[in-house]
């Protein structure tokens, strides 16, 4: 979509970027889901279909005729009777904003860095007022990019509202949150509604093993849009034919191979190797990462005996062997590859969001 959206704004044309900004009730899509709408009317992305949309694009037009931003209130209620799958019975709040390319409404450089990001794989946040209340110099509208803790673009000049902006935007960003936040500037009481959109880093599954259970496994995550590498010391298991939907297939010592891997907080790891004789050198190799998730499959009894291992004999302080999910995967009695796969990329997922599903490690 930032391709696209630069390519237009190159080409001179007005864009309304339609943002998700708070929900109410059941809703198609959450906060921060976007759409981008075109003069003529044409859209890229979805809110979520429906007669509510339908109605925003409509607003989206006349929003790019006279380049005024406004909320616009969806109330799915009203579409009850409705044969559309994305009836949901809620209340979508969207911000709609005109965005095109001129010095002062830095939406060319935004654009510029947004595809610089989607490269890098990198998260930033975007910051944009959506309503204001007299803030001198400050407009409905006015946004910036912030990456690194450090602002790239923008046209809020204001410096009071950018501390707090940078201020909150560090939260937003560790827990991956796209959130409309009331900010009242100290010394002037002056209250202003910011929207945060999060784009996270690209998230990274590390499968360690390249068994039966790792095929249904690589093809799971990369639906849910995950970064996939398959590692495994047998070639004849680690192959493009096997896993044709990863990015990376790595083959060699499974142990020694992960040392050298980049880990960061976005990266998420599978270690189902053959045998704990694997496993094990593996653990130990990230367990002091500071991966997202990390998850080893194997009996209760030979994890419990793992683990009793790392502490008495290698001094791996408890808090650290808590992490692990292990027992890997969701308790969804699962029995073949498939069913495993699915309570594994389930975990993940309920990590990543924060979900109170029961996993089999008891976490």
């Known amino acids: 979509m930032y391709q696209q959206v630069k390519q237009l704004l190159e080409n001179g044309e007005t864009l309304a970027i339609v943002t998700i900004i708070s929900t109410l009730g059941s809703t198609p899509r959450e906060v921060g889901a976007k759409m981008v709408v075109t003069a003529s009317g044409e859209i890229l992305g979805t809110i979520g279909g429906g007669c509510g949309e339908a109605e925003v694009v409509r607003e989206a037009v006349e929003v790019i005729r006279t380049r005024n931003p406004v909320i616009a209130k969806v109330e799915l209620m009203d579409d009850i009777e409705s044969n559309s799958p994305a009836v949901c019975g809620g209340v979508l709040n969207v911000f709609i904003d005109p965005w095109w390319k001129d010095p002062e409404t830095v939406c060319g450089q935004i654009a510029e860095e947004l595809l610089s990001i989607q490269h890098d794989g990198a998260a930033a946040v975007i910051a944009t007022v959506v309503q204001t209340d007299s803030c001198p110099g400050v407009t409905s509208g006015a946004k910036c990019f912030i990456r690194d803790g450090e602002i790239r673009a923008g046209n809020i000049h204001n410096q009071e509202l950018l501390q707090s902006i940078l201020h909150e935007a560090e939260p937003r960003l560790k827990i991956e949150e796209c959130r409309q936040v009331a900010l009242t500037l100290p010394g002037t009481g002056t209250k202003l509604q910011v929207f945060f959109e999060v784009i996270t880093a690209i998230r990274k599954v590390i499968i360690v093993g390249a068994g039966h259970l790792a095929i249904p496994l690589a093809k799971f995550a990369r639906i849910m849009g ?138």
């Open 226 to 363: 995950f970064h996939v590498t398959v590692l495994d010391d047998r070639v004849l298991y680690a192959n493009r034919e096997r896993f044709p939907d990863a990015e990376q297939v790595l083959v060699g010592n499974m142990a020694e191979t992960l040392r050298n891997i980049e880990i960061t907080s976005q990266t998420y790891i599978v270690l189902i190797t053959r045998g704990h004789q694997f496993d094990e050198p593996c653990l130990r190799e990230v367990i002091h990462s500071p991966a997202k998730y990390i998850g080893m499959i194997g009996s209760r009894r030979r994890i419990k005996a793992c683990f009793i291992r790392f502490r008495d004999e290698e001094g791996i302080p408890e808090e650290l062997l808590k992490k692990v999910y292990a027992p890997i995967g969701l308790d969804i009695k699962a029995e073949s590859p498939e069913e495993i796969a699915l309570s594994i990329i389930a975990e993940m997922v309920k990590v990543r969001r924060g979900g109170t599903a029961q996993s089999l490690s008891g976490h």
